[in-house]
């Protein structure tokens, strides 16, 4: 049994203090450094020669047979995951902590390939509640290994999801993976054939024990401008004057949650847009296909709030889709700056602010 006197529990006073240090620096003063490294290596620094006294010579070279064992990884110093005494700035809870572009080869479904494996670049957050210092991110990166070697669906990304949240204790987390999906696409008149890549984003979200599943898809469409092609074709008929439209390469973002229990496959959003504005960029072309393409975008003139609205009028028509946002960017050939615009339906994207870079993020890289 340990009994603890009042005289012991007390704090030392500030003189009691003085002289320990005294005493203590007088005795390392007289004794050797075995002496002194058995007591603790730091009694060193208070020395009257402290200058000259030092550690013990320190190897220099990598030991590959050494083995961490448990024991060893118990007296590993780990700050992040420190007490709530460590925490700098704000006592606040955060919402997103984690990692950003982990990447890994990972085997995605597809509705008209079967598997394919694609790099794909994970982000993965969770919450952090305002009295912990912070989370072991590594351990993000291995729920997701050990579903890895899986075909990733929606209900993987679930069980990976479960996994990082047991692991770092938090309630609310978070998991985006960003790929290039490839397609073929045949050309439009001269039977040729190439493969289109779309960036497409699957994202897992749970706040306050709500999971809601979300897929983003670039897509990537030239826009030839309606006032434009009328003032070129007045040109022509009034003045015999030849005038040609001004088009541009267009992108929309178009983000979309996921109800029900039928799948929404990549090549389904994909179609939904090609519905919506048919004037995708092509891959392979000839001249006849050159010569098509003229008029198939002559055929669908639009400003960007004509795609906006041709892309929600597919979205909300879609039973497999809840909410959703699209923010299409017509990167102008006439003016030196570009025409945007955002449509939301529901909560999910609702949003007062935007993102300043947001639209520069709109830009395809071929």
């Not at 006294?53 to 050494?66: C, E, K, M, Q, T």
């Amino acid at each position: 049994m340990n009994v603890h006197t009042p005289e012991i529990d007390r704090k030392p006073s500030r003189k009691e203090a003085e002289r320990a240090l005294a005493t203590l620096r007088h005795w390392a003063g007289q004794s050797h450094e075995a002496e002194i490294a058995a007591l603790d290596p730091a009694v060193a620094a208070l020395a009257p020669d402290a200058e000259k006294v030092s550690y013990p010579p320190l190897a220099r070279h990598y030991d590959a047979g050494f083995e961490a064992d448990a024991d060893y990884r118990d007296t590993l110093p780990d700050l992040q995951n420190g007490p709530s005494s460590l925490i700098r700035g704000a006592r606040r809870a955060i919402q997103h902590v984690g990692i950003s572009n982990f990447r890994l080869p990972i085997r995605f479904r597809s509705r008209d390939n079967g598997a394919l494996v694609l790099e794909t670049s994970v982000t993965g957050s969770v919450s952090l509640d305002a009295d912990k210092k912070g989370i072991n991110m590594s351990r993000i990166i291995r729920s997701f290994y050990a579903h890895a070697e899986k075909t990733f669906s929606f209900e993987t990304i679930e069980a990976a999801l479960d996994d990082y949240k047991t692991d770092l204790e938090s309630f609310d987390a978070r998991i985006n993976m960003g790929l290039r999906f490839p397609v073929a696409v045949e050309s439009l008149r001269s039977g040729l054939t190439g493969y289109q890549y779309y960036d497409i984003s699957l994202e897992l979200v749970e706040t306050a024990g709500v999971r809601r599943k979300i897929m983003h898809l670039d897509y990537v469409y030239s826009s030839t401008c309606p006032c434009s092609l009328e003032l070129s074709e007045h040109a022509r008929q009034a003045r015999g004057v030849l005038a040609t439209p001004h088009s541009q390469r267009s992108v929309a973002r178009v983000s979309v949650e996921l109800v029900g229990s039928r799948c929404l496959w990549f090549e389904d959003l994909i179609e939904l847009c090609r519905r919506a504005v048919p004037t995708e960029t092509q891959v392979m072309v000839k001249r006849e296909d050159e010569q098509a393409f003229a008029e198939l975008n002559a055929a669908n003139p639009i400003f960007v709030e004509d795609a906006a609205r041709l892309f929600a009028e597919e979205l909300q028509a879609e039973e497999r889709i809840g909410d959703f946002r699209v923010v299409a960017s017509h990167q102008e050939s006439l003016h030196s700056h570009d025409a945007v615009s955002v449509l939301t339906e529901g909560t999910l994207f609702a949003a007062d602010s935007l993102d300043p870079k947001l639209f520069s993020t709109l830009f395809h890289v071929g």
